[in-house]
């Protein structure tokens, strides 16, 4: 195999490079033709799988021997990469729309709580059905009126007081969460065990006020097929480099983070802040 160069390198009419991306039959770098050797493999093939314009996995393809597949199996090959994605797609939508329903209702109750006059702490963490359920979290810490009152697993008084802090001092305006507050957070290490994610919701920021969601620590076992940070070997001269030669699984331990948060309690929860605050203002008078 004998690469030829593209000529011009760069496009006369765009003033960029040539966009190879709706190409079939193109070169492959040298140093995947090493990594096909380290496997034991003399081709491949491969096929992306688009969901919501972005990429979300890969089919990937070899043989031990030359495989020339003709244009009617590498099309029913894309086709069939086009049919996965839509199938993620349509059950991504379907999860996103179940669990707004519930979130929707979840919200709709605590904010007839709120306004039946039970008082705040009572509304959200004593019902049937409370802000733990609403922002899926184990732990609640609300700072509100320049009191502290915790609720499930949550950092102790003087840990959640350090870190509404240094909420203060970052800035934190907005309904924003993280899936590892250690990584965010120096202090967020003396608790990782109760609270390595949090979901902020500021209600007075410049005051100190803040409804925060605590998840747990949950450890993960993740493994590679050979260790990641030796995935790229570089020569003496930094410039040339070759690709890993062990494929033996490689485990990887994932500590102080939560279950990552998805968007749709990220929105329900900026949705359930503007009723808070509107609630909230309401009650001054």
């Given at each position: 195999?004998?690469?030829?160069?593209?000529?011009?390198?760069?496009?006369?009419i765009?003033?960029?490079?040539?966009?190879?991306?709706?190409?079939n039959?193109?070169?492959?770098?040298?140093?995947?033709?090493?990594?096909?050797?380290?496997?034991?493999v003399?081709?491949?093939?491969?096929t992306?799988l688009?969901?919501?314009?972005?990429?979300?996995g890969l089919?990937?393809?070899?043989?031990?021997?030359?495989?020339?597949?003709?244009?009617?199996?590498?099309?029913?090959?894309?086709?069939?990469?086009d049919?996965?994605?839509?199938?993620?797609a349509?059950?991504?939508?379907?999860?996103?729309?179940?669990?707004?329903?519930?979130?929707q209702?979840?919200?709709?109750y605590?904010?007839?709580r709120?306004?039946?006059?039970?008082?705040?702490?009572?509304?959200?963490?004593?019902?049937?059905?409370?802000?733990?359920?609403?922002?899926?979290?184990?732990?609640?810490?609300?700072?509100?009126?320049?009191?502290?009152?915790?609720?499930?697993?949550?950092?102790d008084?003087e840990?959640?007081?350090?870190?509404?802090q240094?909420?203060?001092?970052?800035?934190?305006?907005?309904?924003?969460?993280?899936?590892?507050?250690?990584?965010?957070?120096?202090?967020?290490?003396?608790?990782?065990?109760?609270a390595?994610?949090?979901?902020?919701?500021?209600?007075?920021?410049e005051?100190?006020?803040?409804?925060?969601?605590?998840?747990?620590?949950?450890?993960?076992?993740?493994?590679?097929?050979?260790?990641?940070?030796?995935?790229?070997?570089?020569?003496?001269d930094?410039?040339?480099?070759?690709?890993?030669?062990?494929?033996?699984?490689?485990?990887?331990?994932v500590?102080?983070?939560?279950l990552?948060?998805?968007?749709?309690?990220?929105?329900?929860?900026e949705?359930f802040?503007?009723m808070?605050?509107?609630?909230?203002?309401?009650n001054q008078?």
């Open positions: 195999f004998t690469p030829v160069r593209l000529y011009p390198v760069i496009n006369p765009t003033q960029s490079f040539i966009d190879l991306s709706d190409c039959i193109r070169s492959v770098a040298s140093v995947h033709l090493e990594y096909l050797g380290n496997m034991g003399q081709s491949s093939m491969s992306r688009i969901v919501n314009d972005g990429l979300w089919i990937s393809c070899h043989h031990r021997t030359a495989f020339h597949p003709g244009y009617e199996m590498c099309t029913v090959f894309e086709l069939l990469s049919v996965i994605a839509a199938k993620i349509a059950l991504e939508k379907e999860t996103d729309y179940r669990l707004g329903e519930e979130l209702s979840i919200r709709s605590l904010a007839e709120l306004y039946a006059g039970t008082g705040i702490s009572d509304a959200l963490v004593k019902g049937e059905q409370t802000i733990l359920d609403l922002l899926n979290v184990e732990g609640i810490a609300m700072c509100l009126d320049k009191t502290i009152k915790l609720f499930g697993k949550t950092p008084e840990q959640t007081r350090n870190l509404v240094w909420l203060q001092l970052e800035g934190a305006v907005e309904t924003q969460a993280t899936s590892s507050i250690s990584h965010l957070y120096e202090g967020g290490n003396q608790f990782t065990d109760v390595s994610g949090m979901i902020i919701l500021p209600v007075r920021p005051s100190g006020e803040y409804i925060i969601g605590f998840r747990p620590e949950v450890i993960q076992q993740v493994n590679w097929g050979g260790n990641p940070n030796e995935a790229i070997q570089f020569e003496a930094n410039k040339n480099y070759h690709p890993r030669h062990s494929f033996s699984t490689w485990q990887q331990q500590k102080h983070t939560s990552p948060w998805h968007q749709q309690e990220i929105a329900i929860a949705q802040r503007t808070f605050l509107q609630y909230k203002y309401k008078f």
